[in-house]
Structure formats: C-alpha cells, structure tokens
C-alpha cells in the first residue's frame, strides 16, 4: 500500500467518486407510511436506474443505484404489510421473488464496480507518481524539449478507449515533456532516496523550459517507511519561487501559473522605460496588496520566474518584439536588488498550460468571466471557426419492408399510453414518412444554411412562448445551481407545464423515491418568480431549502457538478410526478428476452420504450428521456445481448490528448458509440457461456427526446485529482443532425401492431441549440454561467447579471481558456 504524505500532512484524501463517499449516498429509509407494493416497485426502478447508469459507464451512478437497490429490497420484509402480502402470494409478491433472485447478479455487479472504482483510484494514484517521478528523472536535464511541439506516439489498436483515456490523462497533468510516457523510471537502489536532497542548484540560464520550471517546483517524493512500517511517498523541498505573470490583470486573473506565490505585474506598467521598482510596488499597493507584500520579498525567493502569454525568450540586442521590450524594462526594474537574475519560462502561459493542462492553472478568486469573455476573444492565438455541420456521411437505406411484428407476448397491456397531459409530442415532429422507398437528406442541409422545407422542428423559435428573465442571486458556490436552473427555465415545455399549475395534478403521493411534490412545487414557484420577471434577481433559496432536505449536498457551501444537479433534479422531478402509481410488476423472463434479441433492433426498441412507459410517465420522459441500445457480443462463443436502457442525458467522451486544439461535437458522439473491449476485471459475463468473458460492447441511440440534453464528460476525477479536458468542442446551433447516429427509419407499410403510430421515430432527426451551461476553473472552485435563447435572442446569465448576447460569443468556445 502506498501513501502520498505531502508537507506533513496526509494529502490522500478519497475523491468524490470513491466506493467509501459513494456509499454515503444511498440514504433511502424505510417510512412506513408508504406501502409495501410502493416500496417493490421503487426497488424495481432503482435497478432500472442502476443499469441505465452502468450501460453508460456511469460507474459511480450505478454503484449508488445498485446499493439502493439492495437496501430498499433489504427492508421489504420489515415492512408492516409484509405477512399479509407473503399470504397474498400475489403479482408484487411474485415481483419481489424475482427480484430477490436477482440478488446474487446486483451483488455482484456493484462488487465488481466497487473494486473497479476503488481500483482506480489507487491505480491513478501510483501511476501519477511514477509519471512525475519519470518526469523528474528526466525532466531535470533541462533538454531543452520544447513541450507541445512533440507528437504524441501512434496507440496500439488493441486497448480500450478506457485505458486510453486513462493513461491521458496521467500525461495531461502530470508529465511535462517527458519524451517517452510510458517509460518507468528504472528502480532505484535501496537506501537511496532515504535522504533528503540537498537544496537544489538555482538554474544559471536566462530561459527555463516548462519541464524544468516544474521539476524545480516539484522535485518528486522519496520513498520512506513509516512508523508502521508502511512504504510512504514524502514530497521533497522544491525551489522557493515567486511567478511574475507579466500579462494584463484580467488576463492574469482569469488564469495563471499555479505552483508558487505569483504576482501581476501588467505591461501597462512597462510601456515607459525605465521604471523603478517602487512604482511597480506602488501599483500593486492599489491594485493586489497580497501580491504586493509578496513582490516587496521578492529578495527572499529563491528564483524569480517571468513569463508573458508566449514569449520564448529575452530580445537580442537591437531586435526586440514589443513582448520582449516590456520584459527587459522589467528585468532591468528588478535586477539590482536581486541575487539571482530572473528567468524567462520559455514559450509562457501558453507552453506552460499546453503541458500541465488544468491542473496547472489557477485563477484569481472573484475574477468575472465577462472578463474571460474578453480575454477569450481577445486572445490573437485563438481563431475561432463559425461552425456548419459537418455533412451526413451516408443516405439512408431503409430495409425491406418486413411482415415481422412485435409478439403478443411483449405488448402485455396493450401497448403505451398517450400522453395527452403534458401535451408533448413523442418525437421530434417530422414530416409524413416519405413515399420514395430511399430517404435522402435533402440536399440543402449539407449545403449549410438552407433547411429542408418539411421537417418541423420541435423547437422552432417562432412558435415558442417568450421566456421570463430573471437572474437568480448566488449564495456562495450556488452558480452550478443557477445556470442548470436557467437553461431549465428556458426550456419553454417544462417550464409551462410547471408555471400553469399542470404538475399539480400529477404528484405522486406514493413513490418513496419522489418527495412527495415537495421538490416539483418549489421549482414550479421559482420558476413562476423567474418568469415573472417583477425583480432584476431572485434568491432561490426556497427551491434550495427543498432539494437540500432530499440531497444535502446540494444544501451546502461547496461547489458541485452542474451535470449532477441536472440528473438529480429532473429526476427527482420525474419521481415526484411519475403518473404511475402501481407499477406494473411484470419483468421479462428469459423466453421475452430472447424473442427480443431476435426482433429487428427498430421494433425491439419500440416494444422496451412501450415497457419502460408503462412503469414511467411523467413531463420528464415526454420531453428529455430518450433509449439507448446496448449491445454485447461475446468473443469466445459470440452470444450476442440487445439490452435498452433510457436515458436523460447523453454524456459524450471529449477527445482530448497534445496536439488536439479543437474537436467537432460529431467526434464526440464517434467516440461515444465506438466500439469498447470488455476485458480483464472488466469482462463480461456471458449468459451462454456463464462466466467472465472477453467481449465487445457498443452504444448506439436507439430513440431520441425532444429535448436532448449533451453533456461534455470534462472532469476525470483520478485520486484526489480532477483534471478538466479543455478541448474546445465546436457545435452548430441550428440543425444539429443526429438522423445518421439512429438506425434507419421503418419502412412504411410495416405492421407495427399494438403500437401508437406515434411510438416510432422518423428522420431527420435535428436539434436547434437554445441552452448551454459553460464552466470556468476547476471543479472545485470553479464558475458556472448560462447562455440561453428565447425566440431569437440570446442572453447570458452570470448569476444575478444578465446580458444580451449574440451567437458569436456562443460560438467561442468558452472553456478553452479555462479559469
Ligand atoms: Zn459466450
């Protein structure tokens, strides 16, 4: 086992998504005061929910969901009704068996994730150390290897994306210019590194590469035994540096080096040479009296580092840049007070965070992102290309028309109900199938601009009601609340279904995992006082109050994921309004499963949406819910296994890695539904061959909401660190055409019987963008904003500010510079 100890105390702290925090969630108790079926049937959605999570490797999801699952079947039998509804031996009795003899599978399952998770974390954590330890070993030469310029090493085809994504992001914090990544650093002689190191060199050079800069900051950890004998990692001294950020104050302070004390000084300062130190001091008295305390000690510091945004080094005699200019105005302010003259940290911010990515990167606390607005479109590096969708890559080829229909036998109940109440259509409303036996994209989609005539969208801006503005005011940390609350508010067929009192008649008094219309009542209230617009902000901190009793993490002060915050709410939303109130206790036995496996995928897709209907109908699954197709194949006896789950959200991989400066949102989604090996401790368990076996597993979209929800997965949390892909995603606003990720349409004329007509999907299937949430900084001290549309304006929600804005801001891909 091994332990990270860092300047005396223990910097291992258990990250968010360990098995240890993860089981803190499952807090669902028994409250006699629902009945026992209730209880059974909220046993049977937690599964659902749990193998939703885990089939799209939502493993921390999936492992809360798969405990809850457990621990309300645990309880059923201390349940008041339960003797008499054992005598019963009725249909939800039957249910609960067939659960319980599931038991063994959930447990199993959530074992296997546990360990998965908790491997993880340590695996992450040993591999970090070794890549820093790889990155000193050979880092400290000071080579001179100029990060970022390197291409990365072609990858073997034969990972995962899995082990991929993993070793990047090992490289994305960690390994600065190291030209081998996978190299470990050779073992090292026992004894060795049981001294200190002496107090290192000051470099002599007037330039310090990236690698270098860092190694000098972090000289790597030594191994030691502990009192108890355990092997711990001690940090070692680093040099004592002070950060010059020579750059303006709102570039520096929406992200600087992190790493050591850092100071701004703005070239403003020195654009009339000479200038003396106390005017730089002076100008820092006003400006930042921390960082003016810090530059007064400048002399105390072992090293001082300048750098600008990319300046790679000082001016030669006669030919200086304008960067190069300010930078010998400031050395020659500095030098005489100095031991050691300062360096130049070659290629600046910009090399710096190409190298160390986020977790290098901090930003001054308080700083405003209309700031970073600025410095993002101001930045001359950054050029930002306006979007077109990227051109459907095949035409569909509907397959022959099939007399193939769904068996009786899996339309029990007849088929889904309509949905009159929430008055949402089924589908992205399309055009009457069309008669030619070919679809054809209509030519003038590709060609950028023009739409094709027929197709309706569903969100068409002219026909929506215009949205009520109202900000909503932060209460420290809240801003992940208040843009997920935003792009809700906009979100026109939601928010009317709240605002006229429609959700009343839908709250669900029975569901142990609602709360009752609690949680749907005070969001329907603040989204009345938001639409109402008769205050500039709102404080929702009743709204607040109420999802704090059912989650309180969402109460507290610390900042959260704004994705959760989604998940959580609509779905508690769904769970308070689900106008099911019995679920039907039916499962599908093997025989069903098979007689699915072998229907062509469009129809089983429609005959599981017509299940999963039966047991959840709320405004939720009208409007965001659509299906994913899971698809296993075993590699030793090619059993292959169809399972649908649905979904709220799409959470989509973010292509990241040196060398990627931007990626198109159809990258996104190639790498979603890209094909993944299941292998090793993650293998899969093949029915047919019944044991652990190596296997193939793709995603695909079988149904598609009228509301889609993207989610950029830009957080891996390894160890106790998150890191944030910064990738730019590019995404078109209008038209988003999702109709090439769908299996092709029906034909016409196929016999889908017991099936409303509206049950199936029909192309083209496409999306206009009306809500984004952006993310500034790290996970943890972060800032959440919103843009949002309503009809054709655009309007950018900062908390309680809220701005106009306009499509070109929406374009710039905000998150590139992150803090
Ligand atoms: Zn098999």
């Not at 703005?266 to 106390?278: G, W």
């Not at 308070?576 to 089983?604: F, S």
């Not at 999963?612 to 698809?631: H, I, K, M």
């Not at 931007?662 to 292998?679: G, P, S, T, Y």
């Amino acid at each position: 086992m091994l332990a990270a100890a860092e300047q005396g105390h223990d910097a291992r702290t258990l990250s968010p998504s360990h098995p240890a925090n993860l089981r803190k969630q499952v807090r669902l108790h028994l409250d006699p005061s629902f009945s026992v079926k209730s209880y059974i049937g909220a046993a049977a959605t937690l599964l659902e929910k749990a193998q939703m999570a885990d089939a799209q490797g939502n493993l921390e999801a999936a492992f809360v969901h798969y405990l809850t699952t457990a621990s309300v079947a645990s309880f059923v039998p201390k349940h008041a009704e339960w003797p008499e509804l054992k005598k019963s031996r009725d249909a939800t009795f039957l249910a609960y068996q067939e659960l319980m003899n599931r038991t063994p599978e959930i447990v199993q399952r959530s074992q296997a994730i546990e360990a998965e998770l908790a491997a993880r974390e340590e695996h992450d954590e040993v591999d970090e150390l070794s890549a820093r330890l790889t990155a000193l070993g050979e880092g400290s030469d000071a080579k001179g290897t100029e990060v970022g310029d390197e291409v990365r090493s072609s990858r073997s085809g034969s990972e995962t994306p899995k082990d991929a994504s993993r070793r990047d992001a090992v490289q994305d914090v960690a390994v600065p210019a190291v030209p081998s990544p996978r190299k470990r650093p050779p073992p090292r002689p026992p004894g060795e590194a049981d001294a200190p190191t002496p107090s290192m060199p000051v470099p002599d050079g007037p330039v310090l590469p990236v690698d270098a800069l860092w190694a000098y900051m972090y000289p790597g950890f030594d191994r030691t035994t502990d009192k108890a004998g355990g092997e711990v990692l001690v940090k070692r001294p680093g040099l004592h540096a002070l950060l010059v950020d020579v750059r303006p104050r709102h570039v520096y302070d929406a992200g600087h080096l992190r790493g050591a004390d850092s100071v701004c000084i703005d070239p403003a300062l020195l654009r009339n040479a000479p200038v003396s130190p106390f005017e730089l001091e002076e100008a820092l008295d006003r400006s930042a009296p921390s960082e003016a305390a810090r530059f007064k000690q400048r002399a105390a510091y072992d090293l001082l580092v300048l750098y600008d945004e990319r300046t790679r080094a000082f001016g030669n005699a006669g030919a200086f840049t304008p960067e190069q200019t300010v930078l010998d105005t400031l050395v020659r302010a500095l030098r005489p007070d100095l031991l050691h003259a300062p360096v130049l940290l070659r290629g600046g911010y910009d090399s710096w965070s190409r190298a160390v990515g986020d977790a290098g990167i901090v930003a001054t606390p308080g700083a405003t992102p209309p700031d970073l607005l600025e410095t993002v479109r101001q930045s001359r590096h950054n050029t930002y290309h306006v979007n077109v969708p990227s051109k459907p890559q095949r035409t569909y080829q509907p397959p022959r028309p099939t007399s193939r229909e769904i068996p009786a036998s899996l339309l029990s109940g007849g088929g889904a109900p309509e949905h009159a109440h929430t008055g949402i259509a089924q589908v992205p409303q399309a055009t009457p199938a069309p008669s030619s036996s070919v679809y054809r994209i209509p030519a003038s989609l590709s060609a950028a601009g023009q739409r094709p005539a027929a197709p309706r969208r569903f969100l068409d801006a002219r026909h929506e009601v215009r949205i009520g503005l109202s900000g909503l005011r932060n209460f420290g940390n809240t801003c992940y609340m208040n843009a997920t609350l935003q792009c809700l508010s906009a979100t026109v067929v939601l928010s009317r279904y709240m605002i006229e009192g429609r959700y009343k008649k839908a709250i669900n008094l029975h569901n142990p995992l609602g709360t009752r219309g609690v949680l749907a009542s005070a969001f329907a209230h603040l989204l009345q006082t938001m639409w109402s617009q008769q205050h500039a902000s709102v404080s929702p901190h009743v709204f607040r109050q109420a999802i704090g009793r059912f989650a309180p993490a969402f109460s507290g002060g610390e900042q959260q994921d704004s994705q959760e915050f989604l998940t959580f709410l609509l779905d508690g939303i769904h769970e308070d309004l689900n106008l099911v109130q019995q679920r039907p206790t039916t499962e599908l036995g093997d025989a069903q499963q098979e007689e699915l496996n072998r229907l062509p995928p469009q129809l089983a897709s429609i005959a599981e949406w017509g299940m999963y209907r039966r047991r959840n109908d709320s405004v939720v699954v009208d409007a965001f819910q659509g299906q994913l197709r899971n698809q296993l194949q075993c590699l030793t006896c090619g059993y292959t296994s169809r399972t649908y789950n649905a979904f709220l959200s799409l959470s989509l991989p973010v292509p990241h890695g040196r060398g990627m400066t931007q990626a198109a949102l159809q990258q996104c989604l190639d790498m979603f539904v890209r094909e993944e090996i299941l292998d090793k401790s993650n293998a899969w368990r093949c029915p047919k061959c019944k044991k652990p076996r190596r296997a193939t597993k793709r995603l695909s979209l079988a149904r598609l909401p009228p509301i889609l929800v993207v989610h950029l997965k830009r957080f891996m949390i390894k160890g106790p660190v998150t890191n944030k892909i910064s990738t730019p995603v590019m995404f078109p606003t209008t038209g988003l055409d999702l109709s090439n990720y769908m299996p092709p349409p029906l034909p016409p004329g196929t016999a889908v019987q017991g099936i409303p007509s509206s049950e199936s999907q029909r192309p083209p299937y496409l999306y206009d963008l009306y809500a984004v949430t952006h993310h500034f900084g790290c996970l943890t001290s972060g800032h959440y904003t919103a843009t949002i549309r309503t009809q054709d304006d655009w309007f950018y929600c900062d908390d309680s500010r809220i701005a106009r804005s306009d499509l070109a801001q929406l374009q710039a891909p905000l998150w590139r510079r992150t803090m």
